[in-house]
């Protein structure tokens, strides 16, 4: 019961407690409405005796209620003769009214107020700021300067808030900020900057390391008076103080803040403080912004300093306008002289450029006749060449031609021989191998005959295009005189190149000449000319005729290139001749060592077969041994071949040796011998030219024919004596 009754003590205690602690409120709240109201009642005289408790007073805040009233007293806008105007003002159209449209969006776009795009508050927010922007036109608009506007409009009616916004840009130096070259927020940074190096020095160095500048952040804080930095209660009571003490608050809010947040920001670099900035610092002070404004006045803030460094700054600030005013003097000074100096140089160029261009047309006419000369050399010296190439390529076509055709019957002959031949064989593995090497040598024939084919195609172009030329009678002149008709080639080429080299003298010493004149135009730089517009188009038709000049060298160049392209195709065409002449040359050796072949396999065969069907020893023996003489003799007319083709001396040598194999071997045909040695001796006789070493190869292989022809001859004796 004693501890139930305890806890109803206690509780009745903590219920009186509660009640009284509201009850202190609502009599502390009771007090400050009736003392604003008597503030308000009083205003005169509350501004001349007791504007130290006022200033503190307004420090605490001012109540939402009293702040529409308030504002107005402390800015004195109660009784403005612009709030008359401001009806007419709505009438009228303002340059800027598409800027503050664009704005009005951004401006507040999370209170109720402003939010939606036809909303009232946009509406009375356009119409306050195009009004302004018609009473002061040399600042018209500013995009910062419609968060003041909107504060005015959430504790006031629009034209209250327009006559109250005009004081604060005429009184509080606002107007300044707002001017389009922004003088006095350049002032704000100057000495904002002051505080901070001299009361965070800190800070100070490394916002300056991290080329972190005080207009990054500052500005803002200038413009919209923290409007957009802080929350709207804070931001509130800034103003509040502002309306009474002007732009010493904002100064000392900025630097309490930087106080506050110095050990955090010294640890950051740019993009950290950056962001510190937008998201840290703005939300320090939402539940206690008395904290904020306490620190703020803790801050050391001297306003004769103040005013030094505003001095200072206007005189930086003259200087540099005393430096730009006098670079612009000079610039346009300069510029003059610049102007004369150039009029002077094209009036003493249109003097001149007459005879420039009259040497140059002289010039060019020279040149159009030494091109024209040239090609005319050219082609008649290109068609000289071609008609001695297409006889020597016809004489080289004729002799080859006839060559083939030779070679071609001497192996048509010899492939009949082989064909009878292979019909008497008897072992028919060796008459269908032999066949099939047939067939083998008719393709080669084959392939011959169709090389010999395009040879004669080839030979018969060059005829057409000779007698086409000859019908035309290009070849008669210089057949007659070639060479009068070189000498006068010459002698004209030599007339063109001079003429070219004297048109290139007078090029240079029009050059020599233009820059002796740009030396004069130097000189006599004070004088002033006139014409420009001749002028330009007088050095326009100028480099219409250096351009023209450039193209008929580029055409020189391209004729030059192409006289080359043609002597390397003539080239060309005599070098594929000789291929093609040595291509067969290498096709007929080749057959001619098939056929060799082929006889030697078939002598072979048939020596073989008579041998496989004899039954005498002694006769084969002797059969052995004319077949080593033979094989011996043959072999010997091969080595003294290559000892006279080797040997500067084998011809003699050759000779000798075949005289003592005929005084030697007296199973070898006396006949045979005679004309071998006969043969060489007519070489040795003759003396023959290097040239001729292909025909003495010929000469050689007939006689290897005879001696195989021989050699038959005697195997038949010998195997049938009966029928010698």
């Known amino acids: ?218 500005s803002s804080w200038f413009l919209t008076l923290f409007l957009t930095f802080l929350p709207m209660p804070v931001a509130t009571r800034i103003f509040d103080i502002f309306m009474y003490e002007g732009l010493e608050i904002i100064f000392r809010v900025g630097m309490a803040i930087l106080q506050y947040n110095q050990t955090d920001l010294i640890q950051l670099d740019m993009e950290g403080m950056s962001q510190h900035f937008q998201k840290v610092i703005p939300h320090q002070f939402d539940s206690c912004p008395d904290k904020l404004i306490l620190r703020a006045y803790q801050v050391k803030y001297n306003p004769k300093r103040m005013k030094k460094l505003e001095k200072e700054y206007t005189t930086i600030k003259n200087k540099e306008m005393e430096e730009q005013i006098e670079i612009k003097v000079c610039v346009c000074a300069r510029g003059q002289v610049t102007r004369a100096q150039e009029a002077e140089e094209n009036y003493v160029i249109k003097r001149e450029l007459a005879v420039v261009r009259q040497q140059f047309s002289v010039t060019s006419q020279n040149l159009e ?179 023209q000049n450039k193209g008929m060298l580029a055409q020189l160049t391209e004729m030059k290139r192409k006289q080359a392209e043609l002597d390397c195709k003539s080239k060309e065409e005599v070098m594929a001749v000789r291929l093609r002449e040595a291509d067969s040359m290498a096709a007929m050796a080749e057959f001619r060592q098939k056929i060799a072949e082929l006889e030697i396999q078939k002598e072979e065969g048939l020596i073989q077969g008579q041998l496989n069907h004899s039954d005498s020893r002694q006769y084969i023996t002797q059969l052995r041994d004319q077949i080593g003489e033979l094989k011996n003799e043959q072999l010997t007319v091969v080595s003294l071949y290559f000892l006279w083709y080797w040997s500067p001396v084998g011809m003699e040598s050759t000779t000798l040796v075949l005289q003592a194999q005929c005084s030697t071997n007296t199973h070898t045909h006396t006949h045979t011998v005679k004309v071998l040695v006969s043969g060489v001796s007519l070489a040795i006789d003759t003396q023959l030219h290097v040239n001729q070493i292909p025909s003495c190869f010929l000469y050689f292989s007939e006689m290897i024919d005879v001696v195989r022809h021989m050699k038959h001859d005697i195997l038949d004796s010998l195997l049938w004596p009966s029928s010698v």
């Open 1 to 218: 019961m004693r501890s139930m009754s305890g806890s109803r003590r206690n509780s009745g205690s903590s219920l009186v407690s509660s009640s009284s602690a509201s009850s202190n409120l609502s009599h502390l709240e009771e007090d400050t409405w009736i003392l604003w109201g008597r503030i308000v009642n009083e205003w005169d005289e509350w501004r001349r005796k007791k504007d130290k408790l006022l200033k503190e007073l307004i420090r605490k805040g001012i109540p939402h209620h009293f702040r529409a009233i308030v504002w107005q007293l402390l800015g004195n806008a109660t009784d403005m003769p612009v709030k008359n105007q401001y009806s007419e003002l709505l009438k009228m159209s303002s340059p800027c009214e598409k800027l503050i449209r664009r704005d009005i969006a951004r401006t507040y776009p999370e209170h109720e107020f402003f939010k939606g795009q036809d909303s009232l508050g946009q509406e009375v927010l356009f119409n306050v700021m195009k009004a302004y922007s018609l009473v002061d036109r040399e600042v018209g608009y500013c995009q910062g300067s419609a968060f003041i506007v909107g504060l005015l409009l959430m504790q006031m009616p629009e034209e209250e808030a327009f006559c109250v916004f005009v004081r604060l840009m005429q009184e509080y130096r606002l107007r300044e900020l707002f001017k389009p070259t922004m003088a006095e927020l350049g002032l704000c940074i100057y000495q904002f900057e002051y505080l901070l190096q001299e009361q965070l020095p800190e800070l100070n160095v490394h916002f300056r390391s991290q080329s972190f500048h005080t207009s990054m952040y500052a």
């Open 369 to 547: 006749k030494a091109q024209d000369t040239i090609g005319e050399l050219q082609r008649e010296k290109y068609t000289e060449q071609f008609v001695t190439g297409l006889q020597t390529q016809l004489e080289q076509s004729r002799l080859q031609e006839a060559e083939l055709l030779g070679a071609l019957k001497e192996m048509q002959d010899k492939v009949l021989d082989l064909e009878k031949r292979s019909s008497s064989l008897p072992d028919e593995n060796n008459v269908a191998q032999l066949q099939d090497e047939l067939k083998l040598v008719k393709l080669r024939e084959l392939e011959t005959l169709h090389s010999f084919r395009e040879m004669q195609d080839t030979v018969t172009e060059l005829n057409q295009r000779w007698q086409l030329h000859m019908s035309k009678g290009g070849g008669g002149h210089w057949k007659e005189s070639p060479k009068n008709a070189l000498n006068e080639l010459q002698d004209k080429l030599m007339g063109v190149r001079l003429r070219e080299a004297q048109a290139q003298a007078e090029l240079r010493e029009v050059k020599l000449q233009a820059i002796q004149l740009e030396s004069q135009n130097q000189i006599h730089s004070k004088l002033i000319g006139r014409h420009e517009v001749e002028s330009a188009a007088m050095q326009e038709r100028l480099q219409q005729l250096a351009s």
